[in-house]
Each structure stands twice: as C-alpha cells, then as structure tokens.
C-alpha cells in the first residue's frame, strides 16, 4: 500500500510563489510515476504534471508551463511542485497521485493512489 500527504497550500497573491511537498510513504515501483492534480470548486479534476519515478521525465500541462516545476528525491521519497508566478486561475485544490505502472500520465483514471490534498487560493 501507498500513502501521499501533500502540504505547502495557502493563501498567496497573483505573482507568488509556493512550494508543495508530498511525501510518500510505502513501497514505489521503478515504472511509477508521480502526478500533480488539480480540482476548482465546480470542475473536473486536471492534470497538472508528473514525474516518472525512476528516470525523471516530467510532463506539464500547457496552462502551467514555463511556471510550475515537478522534482522528487527518490531516497527521501518526496517530490515537489514549485509554482512561480501564480495566478488567480490556479487557486483550487492540488493532489499528489501515484500511477503504478507508467502509462498515459495525464490520465487521472490511471492513477492507483491519492493524497488529500492541499489548497492553494491566488488572489488579484
């Protein structure tokens, strides 16, 4: 089994930046991959970006690209989404996500596990 607790949320003004940790804890896999998500009140939940657990590719969605950066460390099992230049459309809440077996990672139907999640609001 695997447990993500995402943190780092709050509340920030339009050009900030902030930083979420998710730590996993439990067994990963070399073919895994690590999704960010996001869900606004009233939404779907959207890809953000992943990560893949063994050789570090990483994926971003068109909206976070050039501003949202994904990393992890492997040993000590936590990756990171830093978000620069934040915008009021990125307030929603952000969840960390393992994909057992590395397919389409932006397919959240794809993804075995999820945290809790965190929020994140931007302001104007």
């Known amino acids: 089994q695997v447990r993500l607790a995402e943190s780092g949320g709050g509340l920030v003004q339009a050009g900030d930046s902030l930083r979420l940790s998710c730590a996993v804890s439990?067994?990963?896999?070399?073919?895994?991959?690590m999704g960010w998500f996001r869900q606004a009140p009233g939404k779907e939940r959207e890809f953000v970006a992943a990560?893949?657990?063994?050789?570090?590719?990483?994926y971003y969605a068109d909206s976070v690209k050039g501003r949202f950066t994904v990393s992890r460390d492997n040993a000590k099992n936590i990756v990171w989404l830093q978000m620069n230049s934040l915008k009021p459309e990125d307030t929603a809440v952000y969840y960390c996500?393992?994909?057992?077996?590395?397919?389409?990672?932006?397919?959240?139907?794809?993804?075995?596990?999820w945290g809790q999640g965190t929020q994140v609001t931007v302001s104007s």
């Open positions: 439990g067994s990963t896999f070399r073919n895994s991959a």
């Open positions: 990560i893949t657990w063994s050789g570090g590719t990483t």
């Open positions: 996500a393992v994909e057992v077996f590395r397919g389409w990672v932006s397919n959240k139907d794809e993804y075995d596990y």
